[in-house]
């Protein structure tokens, strides 16, 4: 209700009227204290004048904002904007005005009204009357002040004594219960901090003391953690050796076992050439009994040829008789001896076969024996990778030695047979053209041909036995040589490995030990120099302590 009738009291009410009603009011109001001033009276009416003058002004202000908006229409703005513009003329004009006048009022005040309510303040003559009214005053105030003295009450002089007193009493014993706990918070505190100092003193030494310590890691890290790194790096590099020497070693005692074994296979191989050779040099041996079987027979065909060297001589005498038949024999002679040249000439030919052929298998197997060697000789150094070709050496120096065997038997053989052949046919050719008249050439010839036969068995089977010897002493000696070089050498790479080995752990011990002894002695120094800093730091920190 009322705020609908304050709204319908300002929205009946126009902007210009409420300024003029504001500012006809302040300068009322303005005009009062104005004359209020020059009498000298109601001093705090004046006093207050100009706060009034500026609360009207505020009041002004808001209302003429009120007036400005309940006119204004939110759909119609174009229209009610003159409204709104007339309060906020009201508005700012009536906060305008006062605060002016309230301005003015209290410069007015200060310069013009001051002085005049002093003067209005002293009379202008004094009379009896002044005087027995200051007096009666004088009277009213020692009676007060008199009962403000003697008098039993609190308000007294005499009771604010009493009340002092009492307080004074409280305020002592309060004074000296709190002295004894100032006392005793101090005893407290005293102990406190001076186990704080204690403990404060004592850290300050570790922290002292753990700084020294830091900066002798540090300067010891500076100056040794090159050479504990070099050190550290050389002990990595000498572990990452004896790896690699370890590995070394255990390939090379695996080569060594591999060539142990193959040399093991090669002893197999020379024994069983050895048996090889021993069952030629039985065959040899039987050959050789068949051919001392030989003069045997022959022996036994002594009578025989006795017999015909008789029918020779008693030939000899019918010679004369057999001159046209040997005239006619002379012409079948030379193709005799054209026959006999050409056996004798193949015979030759067999053996002169037989004889290179076993010395070139005498030659190619020194020559394989000689490789052999060369190869078992460098196969020393390097066993691991030369054994394969030291079996395949002695396999092909084996398989070599059975094929030349092998074929000077078989050209033995070939040329025996074709010998026989040659012989066979040179008797059938000799018995066909030559009557019994030559059984005496027949004779010779076969006596010429038993005797060539048993020469050249007998070079034969000295030149066979010659070169087996010759091969086996070749073969034995190969071996011996090769082992013996294979264990020298092994030897020799073992001992140059275990004298390198204990040099460069000689080397390492004496290296270690010499940069161990170093560490040390610069330890033991900076240890040294480590104590005197912290017992001159002590002995500053006592005397720090004592000063």
Not at 161 to 187: A, C, I, P, T, V
Not at 461 to 484: D, H, K
Request: hydrophobic share 40%.
């Amino acid at each position: 209700m009322i705020s609908q009738y304050l709204e319908g009291a300002l929205r009946s009410a126009s902007a210009g009227t409420m300024t003029e009603l504001f500012i006809w009011v302040m300068l009322a109001l303005f005009a009062m204290a104005i004359i209020q001033g020059k009498t000298g009276k109601h001093g705090f009416f004046v006093e207050h004048a100009p706060a009034v003058l500026v609360s009207l002004g505020i009041l002004g202000t808001f209302i003429g904002i009120v007036i400005g908006l309940l006119d204004f229409n939110a759909h119609d703005i174009k229209s009610s904007i003159e409204d709104l513009l007339d309060g906020l003329k009201t508005a700012f004009i009536t906060s305008l005005v006062g605060m002016t006048l309230s301005i003015v009022l209290k410069a007015l005040d200060a310069w013009w009204f001051e002085p005049v309510r002093g003067k209005a303040e002293q009379p202008d003559s004094i009379t009896p009357e002044h005087i027995y009214g200051v007096m009666s005053r004088q009277e009213k105030l020692l009676e007060a002040l008199n009962h403000s003295l003697a008098g039993s009450e609190e308000g007294s002089v005499a009771g604010q004594l009493k009340l002092l007193r009492s307080d004074m009493g409280d305020f002592r014993n309060g004074l000296d219960r709190g002295q004894h706990e100032f006392q005793d918070k101090l005893f407290k505190q005293l102990v406190l901090f001076s186990e704080m100092l204690a403990q404060s003193a004592t850290e300050t030494v570790i922290n002292a003391l753990r700084q020294v310590i830091q900066d002798f890691n540090k300067h010891l890290v500076e100056q040794f953690g090159d050479n504990f790194k070099a050190l550290n790096e050389s002990v990595g590099k000498m572990l990452d050796w004896q790896e690699q020497y370890k590995q070394h070693v255990e390939v090379l005692e695996a080569r060594i076992e591999t060539a142990v074994r193959e040399l093991e296979r090669t002893a197999t191989a020379n024994e069983a050439i050895s048996r090889s050779l021993t069952t030629s040099e039985q065959s040899i041996g039987s050959i050789s009994n068949h051919c001392q079987n030989i003069p045997t027979a022959i022996g036994q065909l002594e009578p025989v040829l006795q017999v015909n060297q008789h029918q020779i001589q008693e030939l000899q005498r019918h010679l004369d008789v057999f001159i046209a038949m040997r005239d006619k024999a002379t012409s079948a002679v030379p193709e005799l001896q054209q026959h006999m040249d050409t056996l004798s000439k193949a015979l030759s030919d067999g053996m002169q076969g037989v004889i290179s052929t076993m010395h070139e298998g005498s030659i190619e197997f020194g020559r394989s024996v000689d490789l052999t060697n060369t190869a078992l000789t460098e196969a020393s150094h390097v066993i691991s990778s030369q054994t394969e070709q030291i079996n395949e050496t002695m396999k092909d120096a084996a398989q070599e030695f059975g094929s030349s065997v092998r074929g000077t038997l078989e050209s033995m053989l070939n040329n025996s047979k074709v010998l026989e052949q040659q012989m066979g046919l040179a008797i059938e050719q000799a018995s066909g053209s030559l009557t019994e008249t030559f059984k005496q050439a027949t004779g010779k010839i076969q006596d010429s041909l038993t005797s060539t036969v048993d020469a050249a068995l007998n070079t034969l089977r000295s030149t066979v036995e010659g070169n087996l010897s010759q091969t086996e002493s070749l073969i034995q000696g190969s071996a011996n040589r090769t082992m013996g070089a294979v264990e020298a050498q092994v030897r020799e790479a073992t001992e140059r490995a275990n004298a390198s080995l204990q040099a460069q752990l000689n080397a390492m011990d004496q290296a270690i030990g010499r940069e161990l002894e170093k560490v040390f002695r610069e330890m033991g120094s900076a240890l040294a120099t480590i104590s005197r800093r912290i017992a001159d730091d002590h002995a500053e920190l006592v005397s720090r302590m004592r000063s």
